[in-house]
């Protein structure tokens, strides 16, 4: 039988890390930890994405954690290449992968077979020069050619159209066609996918959440930010996205008062915390398990 691929989810702050961490130790080095997220790629984003430590990471072989300089953009097609890499490069030892993180999305990037189309900026830019300021019409062109695509496009939204019009144009197909495979769950190209899904309950998370962020500013959050700004100055599209790092910043500028950094970290994370549940749900593999029952299942 082949190793199966381990799944660790849930929103954040639920507590993935820690148990992750008590699974890999209980497997006695057979396990080896990917980081499915899309800020613990970067390096010197350690405090405020909860990274795990030096000594951690030395306990237990990390995946996809400090490959990037914040000034780099991460996209899930990215991601999707070189998550599925690590696992197989896992897989080949002969060790079990243990995809950990609290993104849906780069989730299902890596495990089911997601298509991402191509993009050209030349070919985006000629588009765009082609129907600037007619979005009906480019509309009207996309339901020629693609009517399912058309009905989940606002005919007012031009970028959106035109990015429709962009991808038929480079691939030939249908941009609908690359939606087809959003809507199946259960067919992972990972045989034997085992999930588990942590989702405390809502005291409880938004309690773990305001802890966090507290350990957060205490543990240095700002004088990271500063040390950020001094080494790249601009942080990249994706790292700017990063809970903490806009607030910390705000804080550096004068813009937000010290005393509820905190707490607009919380708030923040918060609303974060709410759609990820929200993504999880939707998916029937993420059926809820206390860490009691992921412990008698993989240890």
């Known amino acids: 039988m082949a190793t199966p691929v381990l799944a660790l989810l849930g929103p954040t702050a639920s507590g993935k890390s820690d148990l992750a961490h008590r699974v890999a130790a209980d497997r006695a080095g057979a396990v080896e930890l990917v980081a499915v997220d899309a800020f613990t790629v970067y390096r010197g984003m350690d405090v405020g994405t909860a990274k795990a430590s030096p000594a951690e990471r030395a306990a237990v072989p990390h995946h996809l954690v400090d490959v990037l300089d914040p000034d780099e953009d991460v996209s ?65 062109r996309l339901q020629e050619c693609d009517p399912d695509a058309a009905g989940r496009i606002d005919p007012a939204n031009l970028r959106r159209t035109v990015r429709a019009l962009e991808v038929m144009e480079l691939t030939g197909e249908r941009f609908s066609s690359f939606r087809d495979s959003w809507d199946t769950y259960v067919s992972s190209r990972y045989p034997g996918l085992d999930v588990a899904y942590l989702e405390p309950p809502t005291a409880e998370l938004r309690a ?9 500013v205490a543990g240095g959050l700002l004088d990271e930010a500063r040390a950020l700004r001094a080494s790249v100055g601009e942080l990249s599209s994706t790292a700017r996205q990063a809970i903490g790092y806009q607030e910390a910043f705000a804080v550096l500028d004068g813009t937000l008062a010290p005393d509820h950094l905190a707490d607009t970290i919380a708030d923040r994370t918060w609303a974060y915390a709410r759609r990820q549940r929200s993504w999880f749900r939707r998916d029937p593999r993420c059926a809820p398990v206390t860490p009691a029952d992921v412990l008698a299942r993989w240890t």
């Open 208 to 216: 773990a959440i305001r802890e966090r962020s507290a350990g957060m």
């Open 76 to 140: 899930v097609a990215w991601f999707q290449v070189r998550a599925r890499a690590a696992i197989d490069d896992i897989l080949a030892r002969g060790g079990t992968p243990l995809l950990v993180g609290g993104s849906g999305l780069y989730f299902r990037a890596v495990v089911d077979d997601l298509r991402f189309p191509p993009t050209d900026p030349e070919v985006r830019g000629r588009l765009e020069a082609v129907w600037a300021g007619r979005p009906a019409a480019a509309w009207t």
